[in-house]
């Protein structure tokens, strides 16, 4: 756990995260007297730091990390872009939800031309919300969120992020 044995270099590398910040520390065969001595300081180095970093949060699902851009958690706005053996390009856009579990490898996608960028939207964060594919289900729910202040919202975290 957190080593690797970097056969190139010929070190043991250390890694932990924790709250988005990297510890690491590299192990050199030839400084330690080879792989086994260099593996027992690496443990030895990382237990020791185990007792006195922050815990590790074992439930990052729901977090907001920096590399999002939609304003919603699981919630991404994503380009396809394809070539016709024409040669014509073509580019779609369409807001994705994923969760874990998700039967869908890549999440549920709603194409902002079919729905609106709007409409697409709300779709990918209902679908994230509800957790379900069924994209019955998830058009009723837009439909009874019309002229609320819950799809009002959910809209605004779109807004923010854009300004």
């Known amino acids: 756990m957190y080593l690797t044995r ?3 270099e010929g070190t043991i590398m ?13 192990f050199s ?3 330690y ?3 086994g001595k260099a593996t027992k ?5 990382r237990d020791e730091q185990l007792k006195i970093l922050p815990p590790k949060i074992m439930n990052e699902e729901g977090r907001m990390s920096s590399r999002n851009s939609s304003g919603v958690v699981g919630v991404t706005l994503t380009r396809a872009a394809f070539t016709l053996e024409t040669g014509n390009s073509y580019e779609y856009w369409s807001w994705k ?8 490898k890549g999440g549920i996608g709603w194409a902002v031309k079919k729905y609106g960028e709007e409409d697409a939207f709300a779709l990918a964060v209902l679908s994230r919300e509800l957790r379900t594919v069924d994209r019955d289900v ?3 729910r837009l439909k009874k969120l019309r002229g609320t202040k819950k799809l ?5 975290s779109r807004m923010l992020v854009l300004e």
């Open 6 to 8: 970097n056969e190139a």
């Open 97 to 104: 939800a994923k969760w874990p579990g998700c039967k869908y």
């Open 41 to 45: 300081a690496a443990k030895e180095w």
């Open 29 to 31: 065969k030839k400084k």
């Open 152 to 156: 009002e919202k959910i809209l605004e």
């Open 14 to 26: 250390v890694r932990m995260m924790r709250q988005g910040v990297k510890y690491q520390k590299n």
């Open 138 to 140: 998830i058009m009723k």
């Open 33 to 35: 007297g080879g792989w």
